[in-house]
């Protein structure tokens, strides 16, 4: 079973939300109810794979070792960088395993769902003990956090703190009942129509092949994922846990800053506040570059660098890290130095054709992101791009049985 996808998972979830629309209606504590519910989803979502469902104990558990080690060698000795450096390796290395392991050797040693997203989860604990914000890490809280089946899969990335606040929070029943049953058209009437476009259009070559499924392709992924992103949203609600919106009408951004503002909203937010925004203090105060400025434009490269690494180590995620970064840096400068911009920036006139080149770079980005661009310029053999959508599906691959 797959968590909102298979058709089984929906009749589950029925089933469960009845005790927890029950609990929320009468404004009593939903928390351990859907605390049990979460760990048999995701027992449920493991089961036929014993050796991913060991990984997956393992690492909760020793993460939970690590952020209470962690706590104590603060106490003890205060903001050591030494021992910093070490407990973020610790927290990021089942990822790289994970990552390093699928890419050379062909199989994952580390195969369990939601390795990526919840290694943002305890990087962010780890960070914040650091920065002295976090002070306790209780078991109940932790592993509740970690395994909230709603967004265990792919996200929204929520933050520790808010979520404790919420799950110890009882809503009162109008906020509660607010946002029932959303993301069910978003996945499954536009990412689905959208998806026929790109089995039609797949084995087709030539240039305007290729412009109908690069734009066929950003809608799908957008549709897909911000309708898995809405319906997590919407469970996560009816648990009571008011977990962050992670898109927000991206297709109107007015520039690439803008854009990350509204796409994958708590990844991008993620990598801003605990790396980007602290390569810049640390560069601003060592004064390693002349202007911050130029500081700016290589946190952006090195920012979005690693957040293609953070998808995958194949050379179509890495140039869309790189494609990015250089958007941003790029921007920077414009929005910086440009007269013009300054001049003209609030007319309309500017305005919509600034909306129209920052649509068109996003979904060239998602289409270097697909891998069908390094399949063209020979980079990658044909048939390796992958549609990347919820759940990690290599749909071209599939697209190609269907077609034959």
């Known amino acids: 079973m797959t968590l909102f996808e298979d058709s089984w998972f929906f009749v589950y979830l029925a089933v469960a939300l009845i005790p927890a629309l029950i609990l929320g209606i009468c404004e009593k504590p939903i928390k351990y109810y859907a605390f049990a519910v979460s760990l048999i989803f995701v027992w449920m979502a493991t089961e036929t794979n014993k050796r991913a469902m060991f990984f997956l104990i393992g690492f909760c558990i020793a993460e939970f070792i690590v952020l209470r080690v962690w706590l104590k060698v603060m106490k003890k000795y205060g903001r050591k960088s030494s021992f910093y450096v070490l407990f973020l390796a610790l927290g990021m290395a089942p990822l790289v395993i994970s990552k390093l392991s699928n890419h050379f050797m062909g199989f994952n040693l580390l195969g369990f ?50 979520y404790t606040k919420d799950l110890n929070t009882i809503p009162q029943r109008s906020d509660y009942m607010e946002m029932a049953g959303t993301g069910l058209v978003y996945k499954f009437v536009c990412a689905s129509l959208i998806y026929q476009i790109l089995i039609w259009v797949n084995p087709q070559h ?7 499924y690069m734009y066929a392709y950003g809608f799908y992924l957008f549709f897909d994922f911000a309708g898995y992103s809405r319906m997590a949203i919407g469970t996560a609600y009816l648990f009571g846990v008011k977990t962050p919106e992670n898109f927000n009408a991206p297709f109107k951004s007015k520039d690439i800053m803008d854009f990350w503002d509204r796409w994958h909203i708590t990844l991008s937010h993620w990598f801003r506040d605990y790396l980007f925004s602290r390569l810049m ?10 202007s911050r400025l130029t500081a700016a434009a290589c946190g952006f490269m090195i920012n979005m660098t690693v957040m293609g690494l953070w998808h995958g180590l194949d050379i179509f995620y890495i140039m869309y890290g790189i494609y990015h970064g250089a958007l941003l840096a790029l921007t920077e400068i414009w929005n910086k130095k440009s007269k013009f911009r300054k001049k003209h920036k ?59």
Do not use: C
């Open 113 to 162: 769902m939601g390795i990526s997203y919840m290694t943002f989860k305890i990087l962010q604990m780890i960070i914040e003990i650091y920065d002295e914000l976090i002070e306790e890490v209780p078991a109940f809280d932790y592993f509740s956090f970690l395994l909230f089946f709603p967004s265990v899969l792919s996200g929204p990335i929520d933050r520790s703190q808010r």
């Open 206 to 212: 030539g240039l305007m092949a290729d412009l109908i």
């Open 281 to 290: 203090m640390r560069w601003i105060k060592n004064k390693r570059f002349s």
């Open 346 to 404: 609030k007319d309309k006139g500017y305005i919509a054709v600034s909306t129209f080149i920052t649509f068109n770079l996003v979904m060239f980005g998602l289409f270097i992101f697909s891998g069908k661009f390094t399949e063209i310029l020979g980079l990658t053999p044909p048939g390796s791009s992958a549609v990347t959508a919820v759940g990690g599906d290599y749909f071209l691959k599939v697209m190609t049985k269907v077609l034959h």
